[in-house]
């Protein structure tokens, strides 16, 4: 008998990956330059040359069995060295080798993350807006995910309501900014009152509260916005990153788990997730991609195209009347809907071919998600559809 639980799975479907496909099948009856795609968060400019001369430099000139044979369990020692001593000059940490582990993107890290410091039937909490699979990455470790009400004022964390949730039961705590998908970016205020608070509860609780924090889009930050590295402020702090957004990597799969070394059992965490790869079947990232990453670990792919397609699509919205906090990150803007059903709102842009994702798989209705990782030009062009479906559906 076929297991129940991945056959219930199947009704289940990304929201995002439907609206993604159908955009795709859109476009080749209309020509997908005329779809206004928003739906799909995958990074539109182009990895570093860098990057491309290495792997070519790599597959030209390196002994073949270096960059193809097995990866250590635990990934190459010198790129989780390498990955060391960036943190370490660009946060201000003491990482050493023995805290990285290296991973299939940030998937993969958090995997790992999970496992490492819950056992099933503990509780992980996290915070609303939230991306929806981590439903899965944490349900299915055993764990079960709990999601704290968000505060859509700022989309900074709801403090009154994560104070009455955070029983004994939490063994940690899931934070994700830059946030997919509002945009939002933690403030060093809000990292610091998160800190104060977990500590208070391990000594009230008598056990550790581990702080989960993914960080893909950790490099895409506008100007003015106040982006704490997670990890300074808290002990028991997991950082888990991917390259997918910084470096333009996302089908290379590549990403890291870094324990804070301050952390209770620091120096086992990551020996630990070596052992959870045997349970998961996730046997290392491609050790030729590990070797090119770390030629270029400080680079990053130009992201400036993103602030201008956000400050775009920012403007235009206030103009038009939604109510919307202004992105510090990432490729996603997270307004109202201009009425109750976002469903209902996004289906009749879906009339005027503007591809936008309902917001209640992120854990709050009656918002829309625009992943605005697309060419300038296109959303330059999209603007004025976006002006004559508001004028036409609500007489805006």
Do not use: W
């Not at 582990?101 to 915070?127: K, N, Q, W, Y």
């Not at 939230?130 to 704290?148: C, D, H, I, K, Q």
Request: glycine letters at 6%; hydrophobic letters at 35%.
């Amino acid at each position: 008998m076929i297991n129940e639980v991945y056959k219930n799975m199947l009704g289940g479907k990304s929201v995002i990956r439907e609206l993604s496909e159908y955009a795709t099948e859109r476009g080749r009856k209309i020509g997908y330059e005329n779809v206004f795609d928003y739906s799909l968060g995958n990074p539109s400019v182009p990895c570093p040359q860098s990057y491309t001369d290495e792997i070519i430099r790599m597959h030209q000139e390196d002994n073949p069995m270096d960059i193809h044979g097995y990866s250590p369990s635990l990934g190459l020692p010198g790129v989780r060295q390498t990955v060391a001593e960036s943190l370490n000059r660009r946060f201000g940490m003491d990482y050493e080798t023995k805290h990285i582990f290296m991973t299939s993107g940030a998937a993969g890290a958090l995997s790992h993350a999970f496992r490492c410091v819950t056992r099933p039937g503990d509780e992980i909490l996290t915070f609303a807006p939230f991306f929806p699979e981590y439903t899965p990455y944490v349900n299915l470790s055993g764990a079960a995910l709990r999601v704290v009400p968000a505060d859509t004022k700022n989309f900074q964390i709801n403090f009154q309501a994560f104070e009455e949730m955070l029983t004994d039961k939490v063994m940690a705590v899931l934070v994700n900014t830059p946030n997919n998908p509002s945009g939002a970016v933690y403030s060093t205020e809000t990292i610091r009152q998160l800190a104060d608070i977990l500590y208070a509860k391990q000594k009230e609780f008598g056990h550790d509260i581990f702080l989960i924090s993914d960080e893909p889009y950790r490099e895409i930050v506008f100007a003015g916005a106040d982006a704490p590295y997670v990890s300074r402020f808290y002990d028991n702090t997991i950082s888990c990153y991917s390259f997918s957004k910084s470096l333009s990597l996302p089908g290379e799969r590549i990403g890291y788990v870094a324990v804070n070394p301050r952390a209770t059992d620091a120096d086992l965490i990551a020996v630990m997730c070596s052992q959870i790869s045997r349970g998961i079947g996730h046997n290392c990232p491609s050790s030729s991609v590990q070797l090119a990453m770390a030629r270029v670990i400080d680079e990053t792919s130009d992201l400036s195209v993103y602030e201008t397609n956000m400050n775009l699509l920012y403007n235009a919205l206030s103009r038009l009347g939604f109510e919307v906090v202004k992105p510090g990150g990432t490729f996603y803007i997270f307004p109202r809907a201009l009425e109750e059903d976002a469903n209902a709102f996004c289906m009749k842009a879906r009339d005027y071919d503007l591809i936008l994702v309902p917001s209640d798989n992120f854990g709050v209705p009656g918002f829309f998600r625009m992943a605005y990782c697309i060419d300038t030009e296109k959303v330059e062009r999209s603007i004025p559809v976006l002006e004559r479906f508001v004028r036409e559906v609500y007489g805006r």
